[in-house]
T-cell receptor, first 112, second 112 residues
Framework: NAGVTQTPKFRILKIGQSMTLQCTQD?????MYWYRQDPGMGLKLIYY???????DKGEVPNGYNVSRSTTEDFPLRLELAAPSQTSVYFC???????????FGPGTRLTVL | TQLLEQSPQFLSIQEGENLTVYCNSS?????LQWYRQEPGEGPVLLVT?????EVKKLKRLTFQFGDARKDSSLHITAAQPGDTGLYLC????????????FGKGTSLLVTP
């Protein structure tokens, strides 16, 4: 099992550009999450999903969108990139809401 | 507002020394977790504590959940260079359901 995979690993965007961060898990987990981690800060929850077709906002959802068309995939969309979105983005999945969350290796995004 | 305060923020010690990392809050948690994160990777769960006063041991690591379930500590005995990393605590508030609230982390460097 690969666990949780994320692509790309690094990306530089210009202000106003759009991009999609990809996340795939092969553990058949119902729950998936997107976090961002800023230097010297903990992880902040952006969006989460409890199953295919169901998503909800986390603590810092502004400027992002998500979709969950399959159990395996949970892409994160940035529509109009801003410097404040420079961060490391982590995708995670879990079998149940209180079960262990397994994290991907992260995507380092810089917006200039 | 940071729900979980970790201290110290940085810690540099020599191999063989003991250390304690603290995770404090004024809020009550139904469970608290500790993660270790290495550079360029996602966090990996070390332990979950759920009962006030609970103590769990993982080899040279000892985790304790405060009696009032507002705080936790991580003690490492005879630290080794392989213990180097960012240690994050994360907790679920009573009655909050899904959300994991992360501390900012303690960056530990163990030198030979």
């Amino acid at each position: 099992n690969a666990g949780v995979t994320q692509t790309p690993k690094f990306r530089i965007l210009k202000i106003g550009q759009s991009m999609t961060l990809q996340c795939t898990q092969d553990m058949n987990h119902n729950y998936m999450y997107w976090y961002r981690q800023d230097p010297g800060m903990g992880l902040k929850l952006i969006y989460y999903s409890v199953g295919a077709g169901i998503t909800d906002k986390g603590e810092v959802p502004n400027g992002y969108n998500v979709s969950r068309s399959t159990t395996e995939d949970f892409p994160l969309r940035l529509e109009l990139a801003a410097p404040s979105q420079t961060s490391v983005y982590f995708c995670a999945s879990s079998a149940g809401i209180t079960d262990t969350q397994y994290f991907g290796p992260g995507t380092r995004l810089t917006v200039l | 507002t940071q729900l979980l305060e970790q201290s110290p923020q940085f810690l540099s010690i020599q191999e063989g020394e003991n250390l304690t990392v603290y995770c404090n809050s004024s809020s009550v948690f139904s469970s608290l977790q500790w993660y270790r994160q290495e550079p360029g990777e996602g966090p990996v769960l070390l332990v979950t504590v759920v009962t006030g006063g609970e103590v769990k041991k993982l080899k040279r690591l000892t985790f304790q959940f405060g009696d009032a379930r507002k705080d936790s500590s991580l003690h490492i005995t005879a630290a080794q260079p392989g213990d180097t990393g960012l240690y994050l605590c994360a907790g679920r508030l009573i009655n909050s359901g899904y959300a994991l609230n992360f501390g900012k982390g303690t960056s530990l460097l163990v030198t030979p």
